[in-house]
Structure formats: C-alpha cells, structure tokens
C-alpha cells in the first residue's frame, strides 16, 4: 500500500503537468467552438437562402466523423498536405474546436428559436438593425437559456481530450501511459488520471454554476425562482 | 376643409400569404392629431396593415408615405422610418432579459446613439409619463400585464415617433388591467399624438377616435366619425358587427 501511494506520490508531478496541456486543449476548444457555433447558429437562423444550406451540411460533417478519426485526417492527411507545421496540440485544439462548434451551434440554434419572432420583431420596429437586434436582443437571451445545455460541453470536450494521446499531445493520459510504460503499474496510475480528469470535471462544472447563477435574471429562461 | 398637416399616406396597399389574399387595395390619410381606430373580425387584416406601415411586412404593392417621403420602394434605410412608426404590440413584446428602464432606453443608446445618462434620463421621464417610475428596475417577468404594456408604450414614446400603431394593445389583458392601458391611450391622443389603433374597446374608439374604420375581407367596408359608424352604419355587414361586439359587451354606443 504503502509502496503504491509512493509511486502515485513520486510521477504525480509529471502527470500533473499534463493537466495544464489537458485545460489548455479543452478551454481553447470550447472557445473555439464557442465563436464558430454561435455565427454558425445565428447564420442558420437569420442568414439569407444558401448559407442555411451550407452551415447544416457543415454540421451534418463534423457530428459524423469521430473524433480519432477526425484528428488524424488532419494529424496524418489535412495540414502535412496543406504543409503546415503545427504542433500536436494545436492540431488537436483546432479539430476538437470545429468538432465542438458543430453541437455548439446546434444547443445556440435551438435557444434563438425558442425566443419566439416577437422579440425580433419589437426590436426591428424600433429602428434596429438586424445585426444590432441579434446582438442586443437575441444574443443576451438566447446565451442565457443556453447555459444549462451548454454546460454540457465542457464534460463531454474534457473527457474527449484524452483521444488526443493518439496523436502525442503530452496531456494527462500521454504522461500517464509514459509512466506506466516505465513503471509497469497500470492501475495506480491509470487510477490517478481518472482522478485528475473528474477533479478537472468537478472543478469546470462548478465554475459554470457560479456563472449561471450570476447571469440570472428573475423569471427569465431556466431559472428557479 | 381640414388644413392639419398629413402626417402619414396609405395607397392602394394589398397584401397576399400564399392564395389568400389578405389586404385587397387599402388607401387612408392620416393627419396630425388623428386617432384612427380599425375594428372588423379577425383574419380582415388588420395587423397585416400596421405591420405594413412599418414595413414589418412587405406589402405586394401600393405606397406608403411618412409625411411626404415614401416608405415603400426607399432609398432610404427603412430603419429611418421606423424610427418614426412607434408600435405597441398584442404580446407587449418586452426584451425579457432587460429591467423597464433598459427596455425603453436600449434603442435611444443604439439606435439614436445617445449618451447613457441622456438615455436614462429620457427613459426615466417616458415611464414617468405612463406611471412606472416605480417599477423602473423591475424585469418584465415582474411586471403585471397591464404595467408591461405600458413599459412598452414608453419604450416606442421614447424614439419620439411622429405617429403610434397600436395592434390589438388590450387584447392580452383582463378588463381591470385593460382600464390602466386605454388611460395612458387617451391621454396620449389628447395630447396630440397620431395614433392607429387596431382594437374592440368601442368605448375606447367611440370616446376618442375621431374615426372608426370598419375592415371587411381585406378591404375598408366603411368609415366614419363614432357618432355616425355606431349610430348609423351604412351597411347591413357593419351592423350585424357592431351588434356582435354590443352582446358581447353591452351597449357600446351609449357605453361612455
């Protein structure tokens, strides 16, 4: 026992460090996503005839791929084809943030449609322009209801980002199969990543409660009153 | 002759959704001061024609004119014009995720690009204007029925329109809140305010219209000063309407 939670102890440190590249990849992803997604959604909703059309083909591509499958056309195929040198990492954060955008815009889309055309229509008869209603209006509301559906997001991207081993990004899983490659004990080791990944979980799904909570309106969207 | 200055023009307007045909050539003045009220059963057409004037629906053709720049076919951006064409919705249609004030000073700060605290302080007098001060930074959700529909007359008050449309402004409300609504109504037509009103308070329309347009399938079936359209309709359709309107609730000739 002793001996085990001495090797936990002593590769912690290492593994540890791959959280910092585990939340870089997640939280640069999901913002990533965030951005796409929600002119993706927005696109979807108000943008004239083909755009529609082209964004729900663009969805229909991305949510059809797996995820491994999806890293290593661009790790192996996409960007050495392009000539582009990037790192791991950056490869990872840019197919999980394309990946991400997909459902993003959908959890987006469907909020701005719940709003119902009334709001739209108040604010145009104002004399607002489409943009400025979709930004002042639509957007303010509809990011509210998404919070819930959205929060989604983090557990399902953290999680995912383990796939990324595959291509060698040196997060929590990578370091941690290094370490069991030198140490021959899979479980302890193994176990201290699962660990890592559901502090990380906890940690993230607190802090969008917190932001949930601080954006409430009274009896607006899905709030408690 | 009436010589006050004619404020907005409707010409042969008609609208079509797929084959039914909604609008089927509707033409009015409209001059300083005016109170027009549209009565008629549902599916005439009516909030098809104030969403018309506003070019929240595009009608298929006939012109619109603003005083004497035409809405339709403008080279103008239409949001000049709706800057103008202030609009009181059935559903109140408050932004939900903004206090009362908010809601009546967001389009001063976007729209007209006033400075926050100008904004406010207009905001602030629009909702004095309809009894709300108090109710300032309470959320729509907070709101009752008949005080929304009030943030939301200040809010259109607020851009200072040359003329109000008001689409069945009472309609979402029990009659104790619709009493708090038509108030603010009448004392705004009083004081001057051109205003369009789609709605069945005949006791509204007969105490300050000073013409009652009755809309029959699209068209305008008859038109006139209350006195004369309640008393004395010209056509059998008008009054069996009237009638309808007075068994639902009572004499609306002698109402007020």
Redesign the interface.
Known sequence: MTDTLQLIASNLPFILKGSLVTLRLVFSALGLGFILGLFLAVGQVYAPKPFPRIISLYVWFFRGIPNLVLLFLFYFGLFPLLGLDFTPLMIAIIAFGLRSSAYQSQIFRGCIRSLGSGQMMAARSLGMTNIQAIKSIILPQALRIAIPGWSNEYPILLTDSAVSYAIGVMEILTRGSLTVSRTYQPMPIYLTCAVIFILLNYGGMKILHHVENRVRIPGFGNTEM | MDNREIILTVDDIHKKYGNTEVLRGISFEVRKGDTKVFIGSSGTGKSTLLRCI?Q?TIPDSGKIWLHDEEVTHSQK?I??F??K???V?Q?F?????LSAVRNVE??LI??RKMPKKEAREKAMEELRRVGLEPQAN?????LSGGQAQRV?IA??LA?EPDIMLFDEPTSALDPELTGEVLAVMKDLSKNGMTMLVVTHEMGFACSVANEIIFMEQGKILESGPPEQLVRNPRYDRTKQFLFKLGELYGDIGRSQ
């Not at chain 2, 249609?93 to 995720?97: A, G, M, Q």
């Not at chain 2, 309470?138 to 907070?142: D, H, K, M, T």
Request: hydrophobic share 45%.
């Open positions: 506003n929240l951006s949001n000049y709706r800057q064409i202030g609009m919705f559903n249609n408050l932004f939900d995720h967001i389009a976007k729209v309470l959320y729509p959700a907070e939301s809010r259109a851009m």
